[in-house]
């Protein structure tokens, strides 16, 4: 399994990113996907989730209205369009299966401030 993130960066606040997970190793279309992040001095997060086949998608309250999640089973990769971006965002980013495989990427940083 390998996953690898990228897209993050430095953004004021009410600014958008995209962030993108490119996915090896697994049957990607066989499995819910997910975006977790991870704040300095915080424990790992689930963001967003998208579930195979019919694509719904779940939001953690934080984050509703101002992320989406979606994926491109062709191309193997995931996706996380954020706008809105507030402080609170900052944090890396990772991408997994929602039942996490033992192995994560690196993450990409996301770092909103002024």
């Known amino acids: 399994v390998q996953l690898v993130e990228s897209g993050g960066g430095l953004v004021q606040p009410g600014g958008s990113l995209r962030l993108s997970c490119a996915a090896s190793?697994?049957?990607?279309?066989?499995?819910?996907m997910s975006w977790y992040r991870q704040a300095p001095g915080k424990e790992r997060e689930l963001v967003a989730t998208i579930s195979t086949m019919i694509w719904s998608q779940n939001y953690a309250d934080s984050v509703k209205g101002r992320f989406t999640i979606s994926r491109d089973d062709f191309k193997n990769t995931l996706y996380l369009q954020m706008n809105s971006l507030k402080s609170e965002d900052t944090a890396v980013y990772y991408c997994n299966a929602r039942n996490p495989f033992d192995s994560w990427g690196q993450g990409t940083q996301v770092t909103v401030s002024s």
């Open positions: 190793g697994f049957t990607f279309s066989s499995y819910s």
